[in-house]
């Protein structure tokens, strides 16, 4: 055997190797490939389980002049696959109303149905808090569910709720309270207990509401069915909630 035929030997002996080496590459990384889709089309596509998710997010809303209209964060945000809605654990929302007045709103759990802010529907340990210009408690409002419209500034519920201000607790079936036009309206069943230092006073009546300007209340004697309106959007935005296990 002559020198170059060794050589040929030796060049096709190598080029074996080398086109092993990537044949079991391109094997293997096809492989993982496959396996990631196979994963992904098993796992990610349940949409009772979130497949995005951020820990201690922060969300800033600007308006049309750069000027922060509303903040929200919370312990965890959840995206669903095939589906456009959001959740979100712990939130809690400051809407500005003016450069010294404000809206602060907690919850244990929030649902966005479309993930675009618009309306978002509270539930558990439900708190609405106006803080006014001297930075103190203006008015309360607790119930167990309501539906936040933070660029219209309106939040309503179909639920009990009770109103806590300086000098009154106020308790009632539905609450729909707008703060641009600067109202908290309770639909029905409505009780009001006031105080001083010297006397107390209870009212009743099927609606009363409460002025934010001039902080009083009043009796509405006309009926409404703003309370079934509430109730028809409630089951509307629930439709979009996740199936628990």
């Not at 809690?92 to 929030?110: Q, V």
Request: net charge neutral.
């Amino acid at each position: 055997m002559n020198l170059n035929n060794i050589l040929l030997i030796k060049i096709l002996k190598k080029n074996i190797v080398l086109v092993s080496v990537i044949l079991i590459f391109l094997a293997w990384a096809n492989y993982i490939l496959s396996d990631a889709l196979d994963y992904n089309s098993i796992h990610n596509h349940d949409e009772k389980k979130s497949n995005h998710f951020l820990n201690d997010f922060y969300i800033e809303q600007t308006d049309s002049h750069g000027k922060i209209s509303w903040v929200l964060k919370g312990e965890r945000l959840e995206k669903f696959p095939n589906n456009a809605r959001s959740e979100i654990i712990e939130p809690r929302m400051k809407i500005l109303s003016t450069e010294t007045e404000s809206w602060r709103i907690r919850a244990s759990h929030a649902l966005d149905p479309d993930s675009l802010f618009n309306s978002i529907y509270l539930t558990k340990h439900v708190v609405f808090n106006k803080i006014g210009i001297d930075s103190n408690n203006e008015i309360i409002i607790t119930t167990t569910d309501a539906i936040l419209y933070p660029s219209d500034e309106i939040i309503e519920t179909d639920a009990f709720a009770t109103i806590i201000t300086p000098n009154s607790t106020t308790t009632g079936d539905g609450v729909i309270a707008d703060i641009k036009n600067g109202y908290v309206k309770i639909l029905s069943n409505a009780k009001r207990l006031s105080y001083t230092d010297s006397r107390s006073e209870q009212l009743e009546g099927d609606q009363m509401v409460y002025n934010l300007e001039k902080k009083t209340w009043a009796v509405i004697k006309k009926p409404n069915d703003d309370k079934m309106q509430i109730q028809n959007r409630v089951k509307t935005i629930l439709k979009t909630k996740r199936i628990t296990n």
